[in-house]
């Protein structure tokens, strides 16, 4: 592979449906991932996620020299070499690719349909000669979960050819594809495609695809345009004028997106049009929710919680934001909030999250302070005191309150919850620093709540009280000047843990902290000074003996890195509060909290193209990993940049 074509591999863009689907590949059109496709559908929105559609390989036939726009990798080989033609490619508004074959330009835009499992790819022909000159499409097609790979052995799929398309049915799921090209069904299977970052990640990588025939158009002699649809909803027409109104519904869209009114600020339009990706519909409960990340998170308890302020609340989302909390507040069970909504539609939520429910006070606090909507927030009263009174009582894995006021819980629970077998990789049974921070912002905003609706609320109070004096007693680390991660142990004999991680930053950043000055102070030099990179804050100091710099390779490999050094952008969120809260006078605050972004704002046109990746090495150059555009990493992001830098709140 040549560095062109590796670069272009390294580059990838997402677009989205609204519906947890997406149309993703790299900007060379080779899909590296068996995630990657023009039409991922959600068949049970947002989850029950399946590739229908990997690709559409186009060929330009001249007179009688083939010229193939693909790009695919197999055994040993990359074939064709289309990256050869391709002389642009722009992400917004639209994924689009300009290819030059022998004088014709070929200019290729994909969009997905709003709310629907539909992708439209319309393509551009300007310049072809007088001479014979076709195009010619050929759909590969497949019928799998987006976690899986199939093989042609193992799929079965039944066609129904049209003069201007193909019906295909597979296991119950119907694809249609649509075009005013001809159509020929000639079926083909195209074996052992290769996925190169599943082989890096230790995954299965091959799989095959089928080719069920080809579309083609005679194009010599004049400009022209046609188009392909392929949609999981039936019995609609196609034209190309519907095509041509389709996109300039999707700009309008784009460009009416709340948060926008009145802002000429390019990186915010930026996140902005990134967070509206992660906001979807959940069939199950006729409602919204959020997508932890993309290509393959569903919609979580604790991810969603964290992304609701600067997905919904900073942009003015506001129904959004009542739908989110109402579908997570509809499902608490024992106070607590699902930590994640299965990949099946059939699957119960599960439950296993210690700080999902806390968050849920807390963006719920937060959308009173953007919204002062007291009436709404009084119908989720009953589910903010099922939390808190199943806290102070116990509930399931070991989530009590103890006699000091603070909570402790089982293991793998907090947000640093990896685990390879039965090796918790980051042990945090115990007294969490930032579940407890979150425990007492949880009691204040009851406090703050309890008393606009007229409810009796003086035992929040007082044991708001006791947790913040036995939080400033237990958890400051005189020595270092900042947190202790984590007291484990009885009273009496707690060992406690000193390792410099930034959990400890939420005592400061959240609304409600019981912190002195001094304390959030050091916190904010400690965590600035062992854990703050250009791309957000390392999981673990880089001098610690646990310290791993590269997230890289196998899942095993990658766990062990996952909390223990490796970046989180989303983290850079509440680093930046915390700034500005503890330098509240500093002369050019606004222009210090920007240069803390620099990196992010380079890194936004990087990677997943338009948005902000999950992770990155804790090492320097600090290449991002995981998935390309995580939802938390937005919106921690946008808040603290409209919040804290921009100062509207």
């Known amino acids: 592979m040549n560095n062109a074509e590796h670069f272009g591999t390294e580059k990838e863009w997402i677009i989205t449906n609204g519906l947890g689907g997406y149309a993703s590949s790299t900007i060379v059109g080779m899909n590296t991932r068996k995630y990657h496709g023009l039409l991922i559908a959600s068949l049970a929105p947002p989850v029950e996620r399946k590739l229908l559609l990997s690709s559409l390989d186009e060929e330009l036939i001249i007179g009688t020299e083939f010229h193939k726009l693909a790009v695919h990798r197999y055994p040993g080989q990359v074939h064709p070499h289309g990256y050869e033609f391709l002389e642009n490619f722009t992400a917004h508004p639209f994924p689009t690719f300009e290819y030059r074959v ?212 900073v942009t003015g989302r506001f129904d959004d ?3 989110i909390l109402s579908t997570f507040a509809a499902n608490c069970k024992d106070g607590l909030i ?10 119960t939520p599960i439950y296993n999250t210690v700080d999902a429910s806390l968050w849920f006070i807390h963006a719920l606090g937060k959308y009173l302070e953007y919204t002062d909507d ?99 007693e237990k958890f400051w680390n005189e020595e270092n000047g ?9 009273s009496g ?7 410099i991680r930034p959990n400890q930053i939420f005592a400061v950043s959240l609304p409600h902290t019981m912190l002195t000055e001094e304390m959030a102070g050091g916190i904010v030099d400690t965590v600035g000074r062992e854990l703050l990179t250009p791309y957000g804050l390392r999981t673990l100091s880089s001098h610690d003996s646990q310290y791993v710099g590269r997230y890289r390779g196998n899942t095993e ?38 240069a803390l972004l620099q990196g992010i704002g380079e890194h936004i046109d990087d990677a997943g193209i338009g948005t902000i990746s999950e992770v990155f090495d804790g090492d320097s150059p600090h290449a991002p990993g995981g998935c390309i555009s995580q939802a938390w990493s937005v919106a921690e992001i946008m808040r603290c940049y409209v919040e804290d830098i921009l100062s509207i709140r």
């Open 338 to 347: 699902p930590n994640n909504f299965p990949e099946s539609a059939e699957e």
């Open 102 to 313: 022998n004088g014709i330009k070929i200019t290729k835009q994909i969009t997905m349909v709003h709310g629907e499992n539909t992708t439209i790819v319309r393509y551009d022909i300007k310049g072809p000669p007088e001479e014979k000159c076709v195009l010619r499409i050929l759909p590969l097609v497949n019928n799998r979960s987006i976690h899986h790979l199939s093989s042609s052995a193992g799929l079965s799929i039944a066609q129904e050819a049209m003069e201007t398309g193909t019906e295909l049915q597979s296991n119950g799921t119907d694809l249609r594809l649509c075009s005013d090209m001809q159509y020929r069904a000639d079926e083909h299977w195209y074996y052992n495609f290769e996925y190169e970052l599943e082989l890096e990640r230790g995954y299965p990588y091959r799989e095959d695809n089928l080719d069920p025939g080809y579309f083609e158009l005679e194009i010599e002699g004049k400009d022209t345009s046609c188009f392909i649809v392929a949609s999981t909803e039936p019995g609609k027409k196609w034209d190309m004028q519907k095509v041509q109104e389709l996109f300039e519904d999707e700009i309008i869209r784009q460009r009416s997106l709340p948060g926008k009114e009145g802002r000429e600020d390019t990186f915010l339009e930026k996140l902005i049009l990134a967070g509206d990706t992660f906001i979807v519909n959940r069939r199950s409960t006729t409602s919204r929710s959020i997508i932890a990340g993309y290509h393959w998170f569903g919609d979580w308890g604790r991810d969603t919680m964290i992304s609701l302020p600067g997905l919904t609340l």
């Open 321 to 323: 934001a009542r739908s």
């Open 482 to 490: 900042c947190l202790y991660d984590l007291i484990s142990g009885s």
């Open 374 to 472: 007291i009436e709404f927030v009084s119908t989720l009263w009953p589910t903010v005191e099922s939390i808190l009174d199943n806290y102070r009582e116990g509930t399931s894995f070991g989530i009590r309150m103890d006699d000091d006021g603070l909570i402790e819980h089982a293991g793998q629970l907090t947000w640093m919850d990896a685990k390879i077998g039965d090796w918790e990789v980051t042990p945090r049974s115990g007294k969490a620093c930032e579940i407890n921070a979150l425990w007492y912002n949880a009691l204040m905003y009851a406090v703050i709540i309890g008393e606009r609706i007229g409810s009796d609320n003086l035992n929040h109070r007082d044991v708001a009280e006791l947790a913040g004096n036995s939080f400033r």
């Open 557 to 594: 490999q990658r766990d062990s890195a996952y909390h223990n050094g490796t970046v989180w952008p989303w983290l850079l969120g509440p680093y930046i509060t915390a700034c500005s809260k503890v330098n509240k006078d500093m002369p050019a605050l606004e222009d210090k909290l920007r």
């Open 493 to 499: 004999d707690e060992w406690k843990d000193s390792a």
